[in-house]
Each structure stands twice: as C-alpha cells, then as structure tokens.
C-alpha cells in the first residue's frame, strides 16, 4: 500500500477542461469524462488551493483542422512544430466551452482560459505549445506559496500530462490522481504520457491515497 499523502496549505489542486465538448456526446469526448466529476468535488472539498482551466479557443484557432480544410487527427506542420488538429471544439461562449454544471466551481481562486491565441495550441495549463509564451499560473502560484500541484480532469494522456509536466519543469511537486482523470490512449498516446511524467518525477496517485 502506498503511503497516505496528508495535504498541506500549499498544495494546489488543478482541475483540467471539465468542459461539455470532452464529456460524452461532445466534438472531442473522452470516454467517461463526465464519470469523474463526483470525485473531482470531493477532492474540491479538502483542498485549500483550486485552479480551474478552461480550454477557450477563438473560431477559426490554428487547432482546428477545419482552419486548414483538413482532415481531424491529422498532423501539421505550424510555426512552432506539429500540430494536431481537432475537431472543432471549445469554441468561445459555446455551449461545448462551458464546464461541466455540476463542478463544484465555489472553490477555485481563478479560472484559467487557455488556448486563446488564435495561433497557438495550449494543452498545459502553465505554458502554451510554443514552450515559450506561459500563462502566468507558475507565477502565480508561487505568490500564494504552493509548492505542491495535484492534477485531475481532462484528458490523463494530453492536457493533464503537459500541466504535470510543466508544474515539474516550473519547480513544483507534481502528482497525477488517476482516478479522477480519464484519457484519450489513442496509438498508445497514455503508455507515451506515462513514460514521459515518470522520467520526469511527475508522481501518480489514487484520491484514497490523500488524507486531509
């Protein structure tokens, strides 16, 4: 059995894209998104520190592979790398942008809405797919003294592995709570995020491992 991990007034939990174009029936779901809400607030309720992000992309965002009359799920090749483009989703004011209506929103200091440059991607919720332009949150939470970032939500292999792995490469202790997260796992898209956060120390967890 792993150790308990008591929770601290500086630990932070990070709540990804709990948006209705993930959940099931959306342009982009994930396969059983909509399952983890109910653990997601009872982690909201025992954490003093909640960040919430929003994916808020612009109509016509780089992203999209309707912006280049291309397929979706195809690769191409933008100023700052490759790309994949998505179905359209996550669209400003949409009803597929908004959160998911039964998160537990009472909680959270800030909202964080990514993906706004019309330009460029932004899966992390700490630096935007460039790996130069940063939202601000590091700075942020340093200033609130968080040393310690507790990641949740959408999807465990894209958007919840770049924030890990951004929150480690940014200083902080970073855990994955596996069973609030669900993934995408498409070619073996987890197997790759996993390899890639246990390299870098990103350390992954189950909600009953948490006291506090």
Not at 97 to 115: Q, T
């Amino acid at each position: 059995m792993p150790a308990k991990i008591q929770i601290a007034d500086s630990d932070v939990l990070l709540v990804i894209d709990l948006q209705a174009d993930f959940m099931p029936g959306g342009r982009l779901a994930v396969a059983e998104g909509d399952v983890v809400v109910p653990t997601v607030n009872a982690l909201i309720r025992r954490f003093a520190h909640v960040v919430v992000t929003q994916d808020w992309h612009p109509e016509g965002h780089a992203s999209f592979a309707s912006t280049h009359a291309a397929q979706p799920f195809e690769t191409k090749q933008l100023h700052y790398g490759d790309q994949t483009l998505w179905p359209n989703h996550c669209v400003q004011g949409s009803e597929g942008a908004a959160l998911h209506p039964e998160l537990d929103l009472d909680a959270a200091f800030v909202i964080l809405r990514k993906g706004m440059n019309p330009g460029v991607d932004s899966y992390s919720a700490f630096v935007e797919a460039d790996g130069r332009t940063t939202t601000g949150l590091g700075a942020l939470l340093n200033a609130r003294g968080v040393k310690r970032v507790f990641c949740c939500g959408l999807a465990t292999d894209f958007c919840v592995a770049y924030s890990a792995l951004d929150a480690r490469a940014a200083g902080f202790d970073a855990f994955v709570i596996e069973d609030a997260c669900r993934a995408i796992d498409a070619d073996g898209s987890l197997a790759a995020a996993w390899a890639r956060m246990d390299a870098a120390g990103v350390r992954r967890m189950d909600s009953r491992d948490i006291e506090g």
